[in-house]
């Protein structure tokens, strides 16, 4: 059969996301690189640090969904021909879903049963399976779990489809895309990513394709690598492979606890990675020499891996997964120069050895290295890419759109007299949230809504604040709304004298609980608790009613230790957020650290035990807090954690 693109609908389960966050992150939602140290030779250059944040701002955070699974139509998009069809899901992130061999009928991925929004991702939500494509910052990108904008547009020959998913990333200010086909005869998925760097200076730049994979019972990574490098307990050190510590890590089996392993791939050597069962079957992943990190993360088989395992899946199974990344490691960013392109091809597609070559790493190295090596002396994946430059810039015909945020930004661009994105990505958008800020170009007036209105989104741009801080001091000082969009772009880069000083304006014009939370954030980090506490209590009486709103309150009053003021706060909001899991939580916290542990105790055993939705991957609050209400209530007791509070898994 020739290959064919349609746009269709599954039927999956699905656990409601809500809606996103009424303010902006804040109170510091994620730790996604923490400080490590590290161990390494001066000719690593692994950019440790580099690009690191401390917010995700301007996005809002996605933390407001639940667990509860309901049936759902799920737009996908699938190439296929008479060898491979792979499903994509453009309202997700445009994540590779599933891609079958139809050869074999196996799924080279994981897909899970279910699309469950857990804490693991830059703005909170983010489910597993699949292939997703990491961008910008460290981590799960912004877009998980949202639409991106969709095209499909064919070849040079006219006839073999290529499905586009593009965006607009807020934070590095980049346009980028990724193009996918599948010619008429091949057992691979051609996959083309483009990231268009079009400001004027050094951004630093990420990605990672992440794969989940099964894990296979006997199962191993394949990698043209001997060394790796790895966090040992916050020292980033190189290690020898495939044996650490006595283990053979690429066999995944052997590995204990969750763990990261970033595969130092020789310049010369080829680029690919593979996920191979017993019987030397599985997927393989090779790509052009700019993707030249690999990966592998594990999460081990710790009681705690076992808990997250259970976490993320209804009965899908375990999984690992292997990701590439344009740099060597995730420990860091790396610079990309003004006015670039950067461009690559990866492949995705089945691959068969002799099953006796796994039976050591450097025998299926061998083997797998040999078979690559020999695809690639027939077809190129770096003609290929030279090939199909055109192709990048040939314009798609837009199945779903996107964020309006693309749209704006060329507004932007062209008061500024600078070209515009990538001209083959068409930015039009019905999204709503720019519109403030469009009007605001175009009009020269910013809108100044009831104080009760929830924010319409954010956006961050030195340009754009210059005109709007100008605006208020020259022609509209009494706007409250344009003053809280200023405190929040001064936080973001720690002007935190100016950032209090226009949320108090803010406030002042007219009061809100918007600004009054971003003060007490301010009063927070001057070491004030006392104001910041009074702050977000005097907020939280004018939004009682938005549960992302809650949540930042409930989080900075337990930060700032003030317990009573939760318990008391806890019998007067609404029930649906009472009963919300978080809240629940720092309630439950409040009530331990009150000293009132049969309280406490209950509360937590409740219904088996509480299961916080947004529980984040790395966080062990809950087992420690059902350890410390035990031994109070137990000192001779031995009981071990319940399994239920269980996700320490390193």
Not at 91 to 101: A, F, K, V
Not at 301 to 315: A, H, V, Y
Not at 424 to 437: A, H, M, V
Request: aromatic share 12%.
């Amino acid at each position: 059969m020739k290959s064919q693109l349609t746009f269709s609908k599954i039927s999956i389960e699905v656990s409601d996301l809500g809606q996103e966050s009424v303010l902006p992150d804040i109170l510091g939602e994620f730790n996604i690189q923490n400080k490590t140290k590290s161990m390494l030779g001066e000719y690593e250059e692994i950019y440790e640090g580099y690009g690191q944040l401390q917010s995700i701002y301007p996005y809002r955070l996605q933390n407001t969904y639940n667990r509860k699974l309901e049936p759902k139509e799920v737009p996908v998009a699938i190439l296929e021909n008479e060898h491979l069809k792979a499903a994509f899901l453009p309202t997700y992130g445009g994540r590779l879903w599933s891609l079958i061999d139809k050869q074999t009928g196996t799924n080279l991925l994981y897909t899970n049963d279910i699309i469950r929004p857990s804490n693991l991702a830059l703005r909170n939500a983010w489910f597993s399976g699949g292939v997703e494509w990491n961008l910008g910052m460290i981590g799960h990108h912004p877009f998980t779990m949202s639409q991106m904008f969709t095209a499909e547009l064919t070849l040079d020959d006219g006839l073999t489809p290529v499905l586009r998913f593009y965006e607009f990333e807020r934070i590095r200010k980049v346009a980028y895309q990724i193009d996918f086909w599948l010619e008429k005869e091949s057992r691979f998925l051609n996959c083309r990513m483009r990231i268009h760097n079009q400001n004027e200076q050094v951004v630093p730049m990420y990605w990672w394709s992440n794969m989940a994979v099964p894990e296979y019972p006997n199962g191993r990574v394949v990698v043209p690598a001997k060394e790796a490098y790895t966090n040992t307990n916050g020292v980033i050190e190189k290690v020898s492979i495939p044996h650490v510590h006595g283990a053979d890590v690429t066999a995944y089996g052997n590995i204990e606890t969750q763990v990261d392993y970033f595969f130092d791939i020789p310049e010369e050597q080829l680029k690919f990675i593979a996920n191979i069962n017993q019987e030397g079957y599985g997927l393989l992943q090779m790509s052009t020499r700019r993707l030249r990190g690999r990966k592998l993360f594990c999460w081990g088989k710790s009681e705690g891996s076992d808990r997250w395992q259970e976490f993320l899946t209804k009965e899908a199974g375990r999984y690992v997964e292997i990701q590439a990344g344009l740099g060597k490691t995730q420990y860091g960013c790396i610079p990309m120069a003004p006015n670039t392109a950067w461009e690559w091809m990866e492949q995705y597609g089945p691959i068969q050895i002799v099953k006796d070559t796994l039976q050591d790493f450097e025998s299926a190295q061998k083997e797998v290295t040999s078979h690559v090596s020999d695809m690639t002396k027939l077809h190129s994946l770096e003609e290929e890419l030279l090939k199909t430059r055109q192709l990048a810039k040939t314009k798609g015909n837009v199945i779903y759109s996107g964020s309006g945020y693309g749209q704006l930004e060329n507004m932007l661009r062209e008061e500024r007299h600078l070209p515009p994105l990538a001209l083959q990505l068409d930015f039009n958008s019905p999204d709503t949230r720019p519109e403030i800020w469009k009007d605001f170009l175009q009009n020269g007036v910013f809108a100044c809504p009831a104080p009760t209105q929830v924010p319409s989104d954010y956006f961050q741009d030195d340009y754009l604040y210059q005109k709007l801080d100008d605006y208020v001091n020259r022609k509209d000082s009494n706007n409250w709304y344009a003053w809280l969009h200023l405190g929040f772009n001064d936080y973001y880069y720690k002007k935190f004298a100016k950032a209090k000083e226009s949320f108090l304006n803010s406030d002042k014009c007219s009061a809100n609980s918007w600004a009054k939370l971003g003060l007490a954030a301010v009063y927070r980090i001057e070491g004030d608790n006392q104001n910041a506490i009074s702050s977000a209590l005097e907020g939280i009486k004018l939004c009682s009613n938005e549960l992302s709103y809650a949540k930042d309150v409930f989080k900075l009053l337990n930060n700032c230790g003030a317990y009573s003021e939760i318990k008391e706060l806890y019998t007067g909001v609404p029930d649906e957020i009472a009963q919300e899991s978080r809240i629940k939580l720092y309630y439950i916290i409040a009530l331990k650290e009150l000293a009132e542990f049969e309280k406490a105790y209950e509360l937590l055993m409740e219904d088996g035990g509480l299961i916080v939705d947004d529980i984040r991957e790395g966080e062990d609050t809950i087992g420690l807090l059902w350890q410390e209400i035990y031994q109070n209530l137990y000192p001779k007791g031995q009981e071990k954690i319940p399994h239920v509070f269980c996700y320490r898994s390193f």
